[in-house]
């Protein structure tokens, strides 16, 4: 199976939210979606509070998640002693 491109699903515009990230042809933040998984909800449960979602947005969205996680200058870790 093909790895799901999230820019083909995932976009900003200065004039929509701020500018923050959003699902293509909504104005449902990436945030709103990954605090929705975070929450426990399903694919289906966030596609029946969001309508104007599709799969595609969801699946994008954790795309973009690992790939933040993956930046190591991002959120510095500290190790336990």
Do not use: F
């Not at 969801?58 to 336990?80: C, D, F, G, M, W």
């Amino acid at each position: 199976m093909k790895k799901l491109n999230w820019r083909q699903y995932l976009v900003t515009n200065k004039d929509v939210c701020h500018g923050q990230l959003c699902a293509k042809g909504t104005r449902i933040l990436v945030t709103v979606i990954l605090d929705s998984l975070a929450e426990g909800l399903t694919h289906e449960e966030i596609l029946k509070s969001y309508p104007s979602l599709i799969p595609e947005h969801i699946v994008a969205a954790i795309i973009y998640a690992a790939e933040l996680a993956r930046e190591e200058s991002l959120i510095p870790i500290t190790h336990e002693v």
